[in-house]
């Protein structure tokens, strides 16, 4: 006796709905993914390019840290400060 909206094809609205959750709903968080991908790529590209460094000279010179540097085998990275940057 409610009063709600009742489709008039339930097993259709049914298989809408199955494929909104299994198909849609997944691409949509695929796109999102790799758009969130692509802006840490291109974040990475404008601080090289605000720092004057090409992408080469900058694995050069994570390549010539030592070893000893790192931390669990990761090396932590921070901004250098304007005084070492000139």
């Not at 909206?5 to 709905?17: D, G, K, N, T, W």
């Not at 494929?19 to 991908?37: G, H, I, T």
């Not at 080469?56 to 790192?70: L, N, P, T, W």
């Amino acid at each position: 006796m409610g009063c709600g909206y009742h489709h008039p094809f339930p097993s259709l609205h049914a298989q809408v709905i199955d494929r909104q959750q299994f198909k849609v709903l997944p691409s949509f968080q695929k796109l999102v993914a790799r758009n969130n991908f692509l802006e840490g790529y291109v974040e990475q590209y404008r601080l090289l390019e605000a720092s004057g460094t090409t992408p080469m000279e900058f694995e050069a010179k994570i390549a010539s840290i030592a070893e000893s540097e790192a931390i669990d085998g990761y090396l932590i990275l921070e901004p250098a400060s304007e005084i070492e940057m000139n």
